[in-house]
């Protein structure tokens, strides 16, 4: 008997919950293989690169567009799609029943589906996004990725902060784009090789080990980093190979399995790379499983979760017809 045949119906074949380029991405292709889709989204606050004036690069067709320009494109895109709905709502809770799941949203309705999808992104919870003036530059002039910001502080004056052993690889790569590299080690131990490799890059480099008291911005531009004993670092970007996230709650709650990792991979979801964990039927994808996937990464985990979801379905109807 078929999985199918057991439960009342649900309201959707599939809740996708978050609505970044992870999650309609995979409404794309739902959308396109007829498959009844909701998407519940609650438009993302941490940070100036949510307001959408950010130029995001290495996105296919869309180099220098605001995130907030791509999503708008991609809502209006999938209007389209009679199959597809869109909920401005935050979900509060996601339950697994015997042969569904139950979504609790915002304004106190549930939604049941037979698949849900997680793409809600990834949630900052490193000491350093405390410090004054961080968060007012993250996006503008604070950034984690050089290959996606680095370009347009070609010969600036960078600065990179602590975060961890990825460090002396962030200041290598940035010698791509200038020889001018203060490290602010914000009062913990740093590397061995970092300073070689600072001199190596150009012999002016600096090493700051003070902790940093606030990170100093006009319109959420940076100008430099002052620490706590006065020192005044100019800089025009500073740069962090990674930043810690927290788990994603709604995962915790429902009994996702997380991996040990480290680095960016702390804190994400165990999952095959369809997205699948060890609750069946529930998948993660984009930040939320990965921490950082890039615009381009996440747009490819929907297309491949969504493919594997209508694949899976398509098996499930057969598998009820034959006998
Ligand atoms: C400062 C910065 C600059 C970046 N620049 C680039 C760049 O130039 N190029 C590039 O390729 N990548 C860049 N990235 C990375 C890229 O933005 C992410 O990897 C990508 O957007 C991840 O997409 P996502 O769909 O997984 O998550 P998100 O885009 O974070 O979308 C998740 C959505 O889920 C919503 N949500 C969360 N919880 C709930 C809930 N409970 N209920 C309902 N909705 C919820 C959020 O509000 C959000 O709208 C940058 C990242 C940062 C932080």
Known sequence: MSWQSHAASPDYDVIIIGG??????CALILARSRVHTAVID??????????????????????????????????????????????DLRVLKARKQLFSFSITCDDGREITSRYVVIATGNRFADEITKIPGFMDAFG??????????????????????????????????????TDNITYLANGHDWMDGIRAILREIS?????????????????SVLKGIRCENGEFVPAEAAFLSSLK??????LVEIGVDFQEGSGLNRNVPKTDPVGRTNIERLLVIGDSRTSFSTLSGAAYEGILTGGYIVGDLVEEQFKSKVL
């Open 203 to 219: 012999p002016k480099n600096r090493i700051i080990d003070a902790p940093i008291a606030e990170f100093a911005t006009e319109n």
């Open 42 to 87: 609650v438009p993302t606050t941490q940070g100036g690169y949510a307001s959408g004036e950010i130029a995001t690069h290495n996105f296919l067709t869309q180099d220098g567009a605001s995130k907030v320009s791509i999503l708008k494109k991609a809502r209006d895109e999938l209007k389209n799609y009679s199959s597809v709905g869109l909920l």
């Open 245 to 250: 996230t927290a788990k994603e709650p709604l």
């Open 140 to 177: 503008y002039s604070i950034f984690t990725c050089p290959y996606c910001h680095a370009y347009e502080f070609t010969n600036r004056q960078l600065a990179v902060v602590h975060s961890g052993d990825t460090d002396l690889n962030m200041i290598k790569l940035l010698s791509r784009w």
């Open 20 to 25: 970044g380029v992870a999650g309609l991405s």
